[in-house]
């Protein structure tokens, strides 16, 4: 089975007291059909180690390996498809023209260049705009043609950055049904967003990412099981949030209150009853099951704010 393995891969930039770490050595492996999700803040080092995979950066240290090969040879460029955040097309070529740039690379027979492409074309939806220039494109337009096109040159893997990035909510619908079709077939696809909610309904797992460091490999499925009680509370304030956080581990801030994992027989009840006793005062609760934005608060507050 086709299969993606990072050991120890790293990336720097500079030397000396100029140098920056953008990706500390990280170690995972993802097989054929996986959908990963890459989340963090800006400057985690989520397009960094996008661009190790899809061989666009050189790694400092370590190795990654796609299909048994080396990510930045040549087969490995030729399985992997990438979609760069913004994506970079040639603006003077229509849709279509594009696509068989692309083809070229994987088929060196016109009549399998002209497979490839028609099926790129329905596959996308381009047949309305796959003939107009590209520079006329809207923007989810240009997302739907970045996909085709990660898709045409990526036969085992796809790397995605922002692919679902300021879609409207039929154009992102349509994304994450492609994507999700192009996992069923058996390719590996990784994608970074920071549309969390997108990446619980579309991803199997998810990689989180802090200051250049991996510090979780999530099972979405997993995640989506364990539940919370939210608490919004009365005239909103920093005490009250501390106080429940320290008599429940595990909470994190929200914008109006504060969310407490419901683990080890904890209820809402006997939340409120704590509420209760600390006089605070609880203006509504709910509960819902855990989220990706969650275990985001949760890093930031074991790990600090200070972003790279």
């Not at 070229?104 to 028609?118: F, I, K, L, N, Y």
């Not at 605070?280 to 790990?303: K, M, N």
């Amino acid at each position: 089975m086709t299969a993606l393995v990072l050991r120890g891969a790293a990336r720097s930039f500079g030397v000396g007291r100029r140098g920056r770490i953008a990706l500390h050595p990280c170690s995972f492996r993802v097989g054929g059909g996986e959908i990963v999700g890459v989340v963090g803040p800006n400057g985690a080092g989520k397009t960094t180690l996008l661009r190790l995979i899809a061989g666009d950066l050189p790694l400092s240290s370590g190795s990654a390996m796609v299909a048994g090969h080396h990510v930045g040879k040549r087969a490995a460029r030729r399985l992997v498809g990438y979609a760069a955040d913004p994506p970079v097309l040639p603006s003077e070529l229509t849709g279509v023209e594009w696509l068989e740039y692309l083809a070229s690379h994987r088929s060196a027979h016109a009549e399998g260049r002209t497979t490839v492409v028609q099926w790129a074309v329905e596959f996308a939806a381009l047949e309305a705009f796959g003939g107009r220039r590209i520079a006329d494109y809207s923007r989810g337009m240009v997302q739907r043609l970045a996909l085709a096109g990660a898709a045409v040159t990526g036969s085992a893997a796809l790397v995605l950055d922002e692919v679902l990035n300021g879609a409207d909510p039929l154009v992102a619908s349509r994304l994450r049904l492609q994507v999700s079709e192009l996992a069923a077939s058996g390719k590996i696809v990784m994608i970074a967003s920071h549309d969390l909610a997108a990446l619980e309904k579309l991803a199997t797992r998810v990689l989180l990412l802090w200051q250049g460091r991996l510090v979780a490999d999530l099972s979405v499925a997993q995640l989506l099981t364990e539940r919370v009680a939210e608490l919004s509370l009365n005239g909103w304030a920093a005490s009250s949030t501390a106080r429940l956080m320290e008599r429940f581990p595990g909470s994190v801030q929200t914008g109006e209150g504060v969310a407490i994992p419901l683990s080890s027989g904890l209820t809402v009840e006997k939340i409120l009853a704590t509420c209760r006793a600390c006089r605070v005062a609880v203006a509504a609760s709910r509960v819902r099951y855990r989220a990706l934005e969650d275990i985001l608060h949760e890093v930031a507050s074991r790990h600090g704010q200070d972003r790279e």
